[in-house]
């Protein structure tokens, strides 16, 4: 069975930084590209990042990079997502995906 259960997410300042990990089993994770996506209030999904099956190629999305960096330890089955310089607008629920499964997230908000 595929799981992936995130976590790092809080209430943080803005220009904050943090660090959201995500734990998969149930698959061969190194063989998988991974994938984080966002939902903000009231707001359409948002895929924010990816990363390839051994870390070398990594995407994002407009919003997010330059203060966003993905990463994989392929020994741990983890992804992490080091978020700096938040901002308001990226208040959401944080997201790792792998093909068509998904964790139950966890929540980043950025408020003064």
């Known amino acids: 069975e595929v799981q992936l259960v995130e976590s790092g997410g809080c209430l943080v300042q803005p220009g904050g930084s943090l660090r959201l990990s995500c734990a998969a089993s149930?698959?061969?994770?190194?063989?998988?590209?991974m994938y984080w996506v966002r939902q903000a209030p009231g707001k359409g999904l948002e895929w924010i990042s990816y990363?390839?099956?051994?870390?070398?190629?990594?995407y994002y999305a407009d919003s997010v990079k330059g203060r966003f960096t993905i990463s994989r330890d392929n020994a741990k089955n983890t992804v992490n997502l080091q978020m700096n310089n938040l901002k308001p607008e990226d208040t959401a629920r944080y997201y790792c995906?792998?093909?068509?499964?998904w964790g139950q997230g966890t929540q980043v908000t950025v408020s003064s």
């Open positions: 995906r792998v093909n068509a499964y």
């Open positions: 149930g698959f061969t994770f190194s063989t998988y590209a």
């Open positions: 990363i390839n099956t051994g870390g070398a190629s990594t």
